[in-house]
């Protein structure tokens, strides 16, 4: 029976904890089953019951895995490559790393596109009922002086008489874009989808490539640190951007390269799958033997990197909302309060 794909801080958690167990000299049959005992969500203890009998049975960790297709496909392939070499306990750490940094990072956008999105609808928000509730006091103050608004007050003032006029549209318009909201939450496969569709057409610019230019180098770091050959890291790691068509491209133009016999550094430089300033500092760490450790810094690096930029773009939508909004909230102010206070000086 297909059961509900794990999270990645489902995954970075089982992962951690079997490594740990491993560790400790427990087999990993007798680990599924004692983390199997502790775990209190149904679903996740029947995956792990379920891959404890596997296991028991003779089956191997990753193809256990893979039969509850709960696990994406890159745990499996980079387990089974790890326990072939007789280092699962180093692919499961790496995994529980990887999985976790992803986590965090998860964390981290949602955090930062929450807020900007909840100011812009509070924003937009008061902007409305300024225009569709305070002007029309204002008009009708000034019809009492003999007065009526004009320019760019009288423009604000029809702009909101047409948005009231079209309320039960907006209205819903709005219960379209809440419902959507909703389902997009609620259910993983309309979301799916939904990111499906931005992937493949705005998934891999700006702040969305150094995202997935930091994931390819942190997955080839923990393919390489765990026993794999350059090659079979490259075609794993590039299993993680097939949602990305264009990254994956990137991917699979420096695998060919590489199998044309070019040099890792040049063949990554050439294809554009890390910044040219990392494939010379690659490029360093191979001359002198240490290949793996100038990945794992590269890696660390550009991970650094895509939150700083993440943090950088949030802290220009941020003022830039603010101070966009303030200054239509001041010019349908001014433009109200100055002819007001006009006609009070003309009275007066």
Same mark, same amino acid.
């Given at each position: 029976?297909?059961?509900?794909?794990?999270?990645?801080?489902?995954?970075?958690?089982?992962?951690?904890?079997?490594?740990?167990?491993?560790?400790?000299?427990?087999?990993?049959?007798?680990?599924?089953?004692?983390?199997?005992?502790?775990?209190?969500?149904?679903?996740?203890?029947?995956?792990?019951?379920?891959?404890?009998?596997?296991?028991?049975?003779?089956?191997?960790?990753?193809?256990?895995?893979?039969?509850?297709?709960?696990?994406?496909?890159?745990?499996?392939?980079?387990?089974?490559?790890?326990?072939?070499?007789?280092?699962?306990?180093?692919?499961?750490?790496?995994?529980?790393?990887?999985?976790?940094?992803?986590?965090?990072?998860?964390?981290?956008?949602?955090?930062?596109?929450?807020?900007?999105?909840?100011?812009?609808?509070?924003?937009?928000?008061?902007?409305?009922?300024?225009?569709?509730?305070?002007?029309?006091?204002?008009?009708?103050?000034?019809?009492?002086?003999?007065?009526?608004?004009?320019?760019?007050?009288?423009?604000?003032?029809?702009?909101?008489?047409?948005?009231?006029?079209?309320?039960?549209?907006?209205?819903?318009?709005?219960?379209?874009?809440?419902?959507?909201?909703?389902?997009?939450?609620?259910?993983?496969?309309?979301?799916?989808?939904?990111?499906?569709?931005?992937?493949?057409?705005?998934?891999?610019?700006?702040?969305?490539?150094?995202?997935?230019?930091?994931?390819?180098?942190?997955? !080839?770091?923990? *393919? +390489?640190? &765990? @026993?794999?050959?350059?090659?079979?890291?490259?075609?794993?790691?590039?299993? /993680?951007? $097939?949602?990305?068509?264009?990254?994956?491209?990137?991917?699979?133009?420096?695998?060919?390269?590489?199998?044309?016999?070019?040099?890792?550094?040049?063949?990554?430089?050439?294809?554009?799958?890390?910044?040219?300033?990392?494939?010379?500092? !690659?490029?360093? *760490? +191979?001359? &002198? @033997?240490?290949?793996?450790?100038?990945?794992?810094?590269?890696?660390?690096? /550009?991970? $650094?990197?895509?939150?700083?930029?993440?943090?950088?773009?949030?802290?220009?939508?941020?003022?830039?909302?603010?101070?966009?909004?303030?200054?239509?909230?001041?010019?349908?102010?001014?433009?109200?309060?100055?002819?007001?206070?006009?006609?009070?000086?003309?009275?007066?």
């Amino acid at each position: 029976m297909k059961k509900r794909k794990l999270t990645n801080e489902e995954v970075s958690s089982l992962c951690e904890g079997l490594a740990l167990q491993i560790h400790a000299g427990i087999v990993v049959g007798d680990g599924l089953s004692l983390l199997a005992e502790e775990e209190t969500d149904g679903a996740r203890k029947a995956i792990l019951t379920e891959m404890a009998n596997k296991v028991d049975d003779g089956a191997a960790l990753a193809a256990a895995m893979r039969e509850t297709e709960a696990f994406p496909d890159y745990v499996c392939g980079l387990l089974d490559v790890g326990e072939r070499a007789g280092r699962t306990e180093e692919a499961l750490s790496a995994l529980a790393r990887h999985y976790e940094d992803r986590t965090r990072l998860d964390r981290r956008i949602k955090s930062a596109l929450l807020y900007p999105a909840i100011l812009l609808v509070i924003m937009l928000a008061v902007i409305v009922i300024l225009l569709v509730q305070v002007l029309p006091i204002f008009n009708e103050v000034y019809e009492n002086l003999g007065g009526s608004l004009t320019g760019i007050a009288g423009g604000l003032l029809s702009l909101g008489q047409a948005l009231d006029r079209a309320m039960p549209v907006l209205c819903v318009l709005l219960g379209v874009v809440v419902a959507f909201m909703v389902v997009f939450a609620a259910s993983p496969s309309f979301r799916d989808r939904v990111m499906s569709v931005w992937r493949r057409t705005m998934g891999d610019r700006g702040v969305s490539r150094k995202i997935n230019t930091a994931r390819f180098a942190q997955s !080839l770091s923990m *393919g +390489l640190c &765990s @026993g794999l050959p350059i090659e079979d890291a490259l075609t794993l790691s590039s299993s /993680l951007l $097939e949602h990305v068509p264009s990254a994956k491209s990137r991917c699979d133009d420096c695998i060919k390269r590489l199998e044309d016999g070019e040099p890792l550094a040049a063949a990554m430089r050439e294809s554009e799958v890390l910044p040219r300033t990392e494939c010379r500092l !690659l490029e360093i *760490g +191979l001359r &002198s @033997g240490s290949g793996d450790n100038a990945i794992e810094q590269i890696a660390r690096r /550009l991970s $650094e990197d895509s939150e700083t930029a993440l943090e950088e773009k949030v802290g220009q939508v941020e003022p830039a909302l603010v101070m966009v909004t303030s200054i239509l909230v001041g010019l349908i102010l001014l433009s109200v309060m100055l002819p007001l206070m006009n006609i009070m000086t003309a009275i007066g």
